[in-house]
């Protein structure tokens, strides 16, 4: 008998209604955030629409999710071979280079 592998999890992504219509609109692909979460093991991102970008969780030891990185829509289309998607006026405020997780090329 054939072993099945197990079936890969999908990472939730919590968007507002109306801010999912908005990344649409710009050219978001959510496919962009699945492949990123397998990369960095991220399990739950929240969308925050004033700055236009993504909070990435990870699970602790305990299993509950702990907050660990921030990535906005213009560099997560720039990771994945896009373009700048729209102006981003309020910006996060970026963890020391020793706490980042996510690696950019141009960082």
Not at 36 to 53: I, M, P, T
Not at 56 to 85: F, P, T
Request: one cysteine or more; aromatic letters at 12%.
């Amino acid at each position: 008998m054939t072993e099945k592998k197990p079936r890969a999890k999908k990472i939730k992504v919590q968007i507002e209604k109306g801010d999912q219509a908005k990344l649409e609109k710009i050219g978001l692909k959510m496919d962009w955030l699945q492949s990123l979460g397998k990369q960095y093991g991220f399990v739950y991102y929240e969308y925050l629409a004033k700055f236009k970008a993504f909070r990435c969780y990870q699970n602790d030891k305990e299993g509950n999710k702990q907050h660990r990185a921030w990535i906005d829509v213009n560099e997560l289309s720039m990771i994945n071979g896009g373009r700048r998607l729209t102006e981003i006026n309020l910006k996060y405020q970026r963890p020391p280079k020793s706490r980042q997780i996510i690696e950019l090329p141009w960082s």
